[in-house]
């Protein structure tokens, strides 16, 4: 039996977002700072964020001004659910998300191992208005 690759967990190493014309942006911080994980029964989940993200002045989890709360939503990306592989593409379907339109979507990733790392990248999706290509490179814990 052929044992399956992506599972454990990887650690962002980086993420950056590539436009048409080669513009490179990193819209969470060159040391944005998160972990996917895939397991053997066909669960992953994946969450990553902003370094240095400001505290809430509240400790309340629930607290926090309108201001603080878009801060926070706008540096953190995260959803879970269960995978499956298909040729060089990893699918994610979606159960769990933070951002909810994306809650019952299936997200295609490609992918490509190298080592104790793993690439993966979006097909091409709206961000800030200009269509886009995620890139994320990941290092096995």
Request: with cysteine; charged share 20%.
């Amino acid at each position: 039996m052929v044992q399956n690759p992506f599972v454990g967990t990887w650690r962002l190493v980086s993420f950056e977002l590539r436009s048409a014309d080669g513009q490179v942006s990193y819209p969470y911080g060159q040391d944005a700072a998160g972990y996917i994980m895939y397991n053997e029964d066909g669960y992953m989940s994946v969450a990553f964020m902003s370094a240095n993200r400001p505290k809430f002045v509240s400790g309340n989890i629930r607290g926090g001004s309108t201001e603080e709360k878009v801060a926070a939503v706008d540096t953190d990306v995260s959803y879970c659910g269960t995978y499956e592989i298909q040729g060089d593409k990893v699918i994610h379907h979606i159960e769990v998300s933070l951002f909810p339109n994306w809650i019952g979507v299936d997200k295609e990733r490609i992918f490509a191992f190298d080592g104790d790392r793993l690439s993966l990248s979006t097909p091409p999706l709206l961000v800030d208005g200009i269509q886009q290509t995620g890139h994320l490179v990941w290092q096995r814990v």
